[in-house]
């Protein structure tokens, strides 16, 4: 028996090969794209998730008072871990830490490696997976260091025998190698090589200890038990109390540490959100894709269902079960179902790193049971939905009734389908509408004008010979002589986002509570002009006045909060010392476009200077740079140039905005081609089934047109309905997620008529092939056999 049902679903499949064609291709090509997205979706969830203490393991925040309300920040005094450690009887570890770069060498081999600045107990709170060492005293003596596994490779060239050893930090000092570890896996969202005592960072930074001052992050790892809740009541006042109450503005906090990558967003001191929302985003986009591809198949099994009316009741007449025949349909829909699961499979592993290139990231196909459950369970529950039609409802007819063709479709099974096909197209325009709202605000951040000008702009930090100012200016003023080279200054700023802040201004008319940060911008002569940043009054930095280091200059959103008119000449005091204002700069943003511009003030200090900042000329990036590199090996020898693009180093704040708007196109693309492949089916299939129909209207008068207007018009008014509910809810949703730009585009009505018009014009293409073809078909065809 069981063998006989598969050679009738095979005899079935080639009968109608088009319905099989068009079933197989929407599930499968749905599943692979709901299976890819989870991938993804599952990635960014597990992100810092791999430490085995994850659920003691937290980041200490803390929630500044700004007049412009609270802004959150996680940098911290130097001091705080090491007070929470030593004073609150939770906390079982707490380290300080801050991410850099450096040269390490061994030998003649010399490497710009990403390293961490640390406290002693790293490795007793994060698996980093320390290979070699006892993590309880690898950082014990302040010149040790811990190298990952591709680190030491690459300066010893084994990992073996080198505890011990010498590495050479900086050209400057050296440090013993103390431990070895694994290196951090792709899924953490901190990436460092070598990690090095947190005594290195204070030396360099003596005043990151200040309870006034913030820089290093904080971790802690609390004793199991604890109620965080409690705890953040019980730290809430310690910068207060540490201070003498000189910091009152600044309450710390802590958060769980792996959820920091999806919900870093704060607005007023609350969370609301961050990359989680394009983890809902995405993972909607794949129900919304697999629920298309589903109802496509349920459509078209359950239509083609109601034209083997004939057949159940032929079957029924010869002794058939209805036990058999739902076995039979039951199977069909199952294998159907069965065979769109081993494609979709198949087309992930085919697509997967071209997926990967798109997402930046190291995703694999591997044995996952959540994932084999779920998938299994969708595909089951499909097979089961759509063949339950044909073997619930068709098997119980009564033969005699279904030969002599009493039968009739249900009023509700046409509206239900229809209602299907409505909502299939409505998730498509939501997602065409999306796509060129993504894109033109992506293309909007990426040519906006930001107050300075970006392009042709390098930078590398300053390091060995370079830390010295004198030898530094050397090396600016040959650079300067270098033929494509148009400016180059140092600054204490990378342009790209919140750097240095500090509250520590008073003017005429503050407040004595307000603690407002002004961003803190250190720079060289000639660093303002080498940005092109613009004067709206007042002047630059110059080397003509000698007292510029005791003057300062402010930009627009900065002059405007503090209440000052006329403010050339004025003076104010910067950390209790005099500064006069001489100029005001237009405002610009050095920070992503999902911010405002905030108070900023430039003031001329070569010492805290830490990036080097070359402007090219157009068209001359390749022999200049080479050049630079020359030169920079002359005075700064045994370190590599490392330099980086401003331009590229800004769009990369948009990674996930461009990320989004490119899976955007290939997601809305396939849900139009699901669409379309369901709407090709149905309207075959009304083609068929009124085939007589048009036979005798072509035999009475009936032009092609007419045909093919009739065939066309109820999939038409279908497809404007879905339109009409498109529209509103994706003005909604696109406008909610631009909400989240301090700046963006207006959306403008073309946009969603452009969508809307797109969707038609497929949708008529789609239903228009079938119907000029039914239209064209011999009317004796249709009507011979009556």
């Known amino acids: 028996m069981f063998r006989h049902n598969l050679l009738v679903i095979y005899r079935n499949f080639k009968r109608f090969k088009s319905t099989f064609f068009i079933n197989l291709t929407g599930l499968s090509a749905g599943l692979a794209c709901s299976l890819l997205i989870y991938l993804w979706v599952n990635d960014?969830?597990?992100?810092?998730?791999?430490?085995?203490?994850?659920?003691?393991?937290?980041?200490?925040?803390?929630?500044?008072?700004?007049?412009?309300?609270?802004?959150?920040?996680?940098?911290?005094?130097?001091?705080?871990?090491?007070?929470?450690k030593s004073e609150m009887p939770e906390v079982e570890y707490a380290i300080s830490s801050k991410l850099f770069a450096a040269t390490l060498s061994v030998g003649n081999n010399d490497f710009r490696s990403k390293g961490r600045y640390a406290g002693k107990d790293i490795f007793n709170m994060f698996s980093y997976g320390l290979e070699q060492g006892d993590a309880k005293q690898v950082l014990n003596d302040k010149n040790s260091v811990v190298i990952s596994e591709k680190l030491a490779q690459n300066?010893?060239?084994?990992?073996?025998?080198?505890?011990?050893?010498?590495?050479?930090?900086?050209?400057?000092?050296?440090?013993?190698?103390?431990?070895?570890?694994?290196?951090?896996?792709?899924n953490s969202s901190e990436q460092f090589d070598f990690v090095v005592s947190f005594e290195q960072f204070i030396d360099k930074y003596p005043n990151s200890v200040k309870w006034g001052n913030s820089g290093p992050d904080a971790f802690v790892l609390l004793k199991t038990g604890t109620d965080v809740d409690q705890f953040n009541k019980k730290i809430a006042n310690l910068v207060k109390v540490k201070s003498n109450g000189d910091v009152t503005?600044?309450?710390?906090?802590?958060?769980?540490?792996?959820?920091?990558?999806?919900?870093?967003?704060?607005?007023?001191?609350l969370p609301v959100g961050g990359r989680i929302e394009y983890v809902r985003l995405f993972s909607i986009?794949?129900?919304?894709?697999?629920?298309?591809?589903?109802?496509?198949?349920?459509?078209?099994?359950?239509?083609?269902?109601?034209?083997?009316?004939?057949?159940?009741?032929?079957?029924?007449?010869?002794?058939?079960?209805?036990?058999?025949?739902?076995?039979?349909?039951?199977?069909?829909?199952?294998?159907?179902?069965?065979?769109?699961?081993?494609?979709?499979?198949?087309?992930?592993?085919?697509?997967?790193?071209?997926?990967?290139?798109?997402?930046?990231?190291?995703?694999?196909?591997?044995?996952?049971?959540?994932?084999?459950?779920?998938?299994?369970?969708?595909?089951?529950?499909?097979?089961?939905?759509?063949g339950s039609y044909p073997a619930l409802y068709l098997s119980g007819f009564n033969p005699v009734s279904v030969l002599k063709g009493k039968l009739h479709v249900s009023v509700g099974e046409v509206w239900a389908r229809k209602g299907l096909v409505v909502f299939q197209f409505t998730i498509s325009v939501i997602l065409i509408v999306s796509v060129i709202v993504v894109y033109k605000q992506v293309g909007f951040v990426q040519s906006e004008n930001l107050g300075y000008n970006k392009d042709n702009l390098v930078y590398f930090a300053r390091e060995g010979k370079m830390e010295d100012d004198a030898k530094m200016e050397t090396f600016l003023s040959e650079l300067k002589n270098t033929p494509g080279i148009v400016n180059a200054s140092s600054i204490g700023h990378d342009m790209t986002g919140h750097d240095s802040g500090t509250f520590g201004i008073w003017w005429e008319g503050k407040a004595e509570d307000n603690k407002t940060e002004f961003e803190n911008?250190?720079?060289?002569?000639?660093?303002?002009?080498?940005?092109?940043?613009?004067?709206?009054?007042?002047?630059?930095?110059?080397?003509?006045?000698?007292?510029?280091?005791?003057?300062?200059?402010?930009?627009?959103?900065?002059?405007?909060?503090?209440?000052?008119?006329?403010?050339?000449?004025?003076?104010?005091?910067?950390?209790?010392?005099?500064?006069?204002?001489?100029?005001?700069?237009k405002d610009f943003h050095f920070e992503s476009l999902h911010k405002k511009v905030k108070p900023l003030f430039f003031r001329l200090s070569q010492g805290d200077t830490y990036i080097i900042m070359v402007k090219i000329a157009a068209g001359k990036e390749k022999p200049v740079l080479a050049s630079m590199g020359e030169l920079y090996k002359k005075y700064n020898p045994g370190f590599s140039l490392d330099y980086?693009?401003?331009?590229?180093?800004?769009?990369?704040?948009?990674?996930?905005?461009?990320?989004?708007?490119?899976l955007s196109k290939y997601f809305a693309g396939l849900a139009i081609l699901i669409s379309c492949l369901g709407l090709f089916g149905l309207a075959a299939f009304t083609a068929e089934r009124r085939l007589k129909e048009i036979g005798i209207r072509k035999v009475l008068g009936s032009s092609v047109f007419s045909i093919v207007y009739l065939l066309s018009s109820d999939f038409t008014k279908l497809v404007i309905a879905a339109i009409t509910i498109a529209l509103p809810v994706s003005y909604l949703i696109t406008g909610y997620w631009l909400q989240?730009?301090?700046?963006?585009?207006?959306?403008?009505?073309?946009?969603?008529?452009?969508?809307?018009?797109?969707?038609?014009?497929?949708?008529?293409?789609?239903?228009?092939?079938?119907?000029?073809?039914?239209?064209?078909?011999?009317?004796?065809?249709?009507?011979?056999?009556?």
Request: charge should be neutral; hydrophobic fraction near 45%; glycine fraction near 8%.
């Open 44 to 84: 960014e969830l597990n992100v810092d998730k791999f430490h085995e203490k994850d659920g003691q393991l937290f980041q200490v925040m803390e929630n500044r008072i700004q007049a412009q309300g609270i802004l959150t920040a996680q940098s911290t005094s130097g001091s705080l871990a090491e007070t929470l």
């Open 521 to 585: 911008v250190g720079v060289n002569y000639e660093m303002m002009q080498t940005l092109g940043i613009q004067m709206k009054e007042g002047r630059l930095f110059s080397k003509d006045f000698s007292a510029d280091s005791s003057k300062i200059i402010f930009n627009e959103a900065a002059v405007k909060f503090m209440g000052l008119k006329d403010p050339i000449g004025k003076t104010i005091k910067l950390w209790g010392d005099d500064m006069q204002i001489v100029g005001v700069a």
């Open 285 to 386: 986009i794949a129900v919304f894709i697999l629920m298309i591809a589903c109802i496509n198949f349920m459509n078209l099994s359950t239509a083609k269902a109601s034209g083997r009316l004939k057949e159940v009741g032929v079957k029924k007449a010869i002794g058939a079960y209805r036990e058999t025949l739902i076995y039979q349909y039951l199977g069909e829909s199952m294998l159907v179902t069965f065979l769109s699961l081993f494609l979709s499979v198949l087309i992930v592993l085919l697509f997967l790193p071209q997926f990967n290139e798109i997402t930046g990231k190291n995703l694999t196909l591997h044995y996952d049971p959540k994932l084999v459950f779920s998938l299994l369970g969708v595909v089951i529950v499909t097979g089961l939905i759509s």
């Open 249 to 269: 503005h600044r309450t710390p906090f802590v958060r769980p540490y792996s959820s920091g990558y999806l919900h870093g967003k704060y607005e007023n001191g």
């Open 740 to 786: 989240s730009f301090a700046l963006h585009i207006s959306l403008e009505i073309w946009y969603f008529l452009g969508a809307g018009a797109a969707a038609l014009c497929i949708a008529w293409l789609t239903v228009g092939m079938q119907a000029v073809k039914a239209a064209n078909v011999n009317p004796l065809e249709c009507l011979k056999s009556e």
């Open 644 to 662: 980086k693009f401003l331009d590229q180093e800004y769009q990369a704040q948009y990674a996930a905005e461009q990320r989004v708007a490119s």
């Open 155 to 186: 300066l010893f060239h084994t990992t073996q025998n080198i505890i011990g050893k010498s590495i050479e930090f900086e050209h400057e000092k050296q440090f013993v190698v103390s431990g070895i570890f694994k290196g951090t896996p792709p």
